[in-house]
């Protein structure tokens, strides 16, 4: 069994920052991309961020230089550091991880179960 888990989600004051952290756990033999989506009221889910095992980064056009995702590979781990927040950034954030687990020979996308940004006043 393999587990994804957000946490960090809180009430921020619009210009404020916040960073969420995702951890993968169990049954991994690798992990490929590892990603931050969110969704907002009414929305369709969207990405925001991704990472590769590599390093190779890729960001939501309207979220570049607010936004900036980390990955340490030895903890199975992804953090999103979110800065200069703004209202319209409200919305359950999720992880997304492509996973294979030992004994297989393909990988497969786990989500977490999300956590809650809220920024306003």
């Known amino acids: 069994q393999v587990q994804v888990v957000e946490s960090g989600g809180s009430l921020v004051q619009p210009g404020g920052s916040l960073t969420l952290s995702c951890a993968a756990s169990?049954?991994?033999?690798?992990?490929?991309?590892m990603g931050w989506y969110r969704q907002a009221p009414g929305k369709q889910r969207e990405l925001v961020a991704s990472?590769?095992?590599?390093?190779?980064?890729n960001y939501a056009d309207s979220l570049k230089g607010r936004f900036t995702i980390s990955r340490e590979n030895a903890n199975n781990s992804v953090n999103l550091q979110m800065n200069s927040l703004k209202p319209d950034d409200t919305a359950v954030y999720y992880c997304?991880?492509?996973?294979?687990?030992?004994?297989?020979?393909?990988?497969?996308?786990?989500w977490g179960q999300g956590t809650q940004v809220t920024v306003s006043s």
């Open positions: 990472v590769t095992e590599a390093g190779s980064k």
């Open positions: 169990g049954n991994i033999f690798s992990i490929n991309v």
């Open positions: 997304n991880a492509a996973i294979r687990q030992r004994y297989s020979d393909s990988f497969r996308g786990y």
